[in-house]
């Protein structure tokens, strides 16, 4: 198993991608931290994984609270537990598809928080655990519109920025054999999006997105956990400060 005697924190991991994560390392050995504001989800995907016989505790955590960050890894350091792994998945856009003369401040400030600084902090505190390890494997969550996009100009803005502070993260790190990565995801199949169109907006918008990516299918959460795994993983140990594209083709 690829991740036996490795302890991982995984955020955002009651959601559909946080979930498939969870459980796709569990599954390869990982003792689980999980995380998430959504405490009775975070609990059931726990209580899935041990039935399993895999090993995960949770803590509930508001990603956009700095003191609720501080008290999770003061948590960590008071179990003297050692921290190999984090994947920062919590994440979501407040302000989607609107035009430029539309921009909200509070919306933009809650995508920039969300995604943008959350992983920041998240990274700041494992790494005061990482570096007198001498080990790490970081694996952040930006998302394909990192590039840009013309209806999700601050969620793109903080998804750009997760990339650029991976990179620059990774090397800062790389002396202390800490790797850091992203993911960028196409269009992926979660509840959150069919919670929030409704069965008919969320089917014309896959189906849509399938017909123009090359492999003619949108992601499954299945599809970015096992990606999550690959830069987790030894199997990345020469791997830092890139962006892994899980797109199916789309923008080649």
């Not at 792994?85 to 919590?90: K, R, T």
């Not at 928080?113 to 920041?120: E, V």
């Not at 001498?134 to 750009?160: C, D, E, H, T, W």
């Not at 069919?194 to 008919?200: F, P, T």
Request: proline fraction near 3%; include cysteine; aromatic fraction near 6%.
């Amino acid at each position: 198993m690829r991740l036996s005697g490795k302890t991982a924190m995984i955020t955002g991991a009651a959601g559909g991608i946080g979930s498939a994560t969870a459980r796709c390392f569990a599954a390869e050995g990982a003792s689980l931290m999980l995380s998430d504001c959504n405490l009775e989800g975070c609990l059931e995907v726990a209580e899935r994984i041990k039935e399993q016989g895999g090993v995960a505790v949770v803590t509930a955590a508001d990603v956009t609270r700095e003191e609720d960050i501080s008290r999770l890894f003061s948590l960590v350091r008071s179990s003297s537990a050692a921290l190999d792994i984090l994947v920062n998945i919590a994440g979501g856009d407040h302000e989607p598809v609107v035009d430029i003369e539309s921009l909200d401040y509070d919306c933009m400030s809650r995508n920039l928080d969300l995604n943008l600084k959350s992983t920041m902090l998240f990274c700041r505190e494992a790494c005061r655990i990482m570096k007198p390890q001498g080990y790490g494997r970081i694996v952040n969550m930006s998302s394909l519109v990192y590039r840009g996009s013309p209806a999700q100009f601050s969620y793109a803005a903080a998804k750009g920025g997760v990339y650029s502070f991976t990179r620059s993260l990774a090397m800062a790190m790389g002396r202390y054999q800490i790797t850091v990565n992203a993911l960028a995801p196409a269009l992926v199949d979660v509840p959150m999006f069919r919670n929030v169109l409704g069965d008919e907006r969320w089917m014309a918008m896959a189906d849509d997105a399938a017909k123009r990516y090359p492999l003619k299918r949108i992601a499954t959460p299945d599809d970015v956990a096992k990606a999550a795994l690959f830069l987790a993983s030894d199997d990345a140990a020469f791997i830092t400060g890139q962006i892994l594209e899980i797109s199916g083709g789309a923008r080649l």
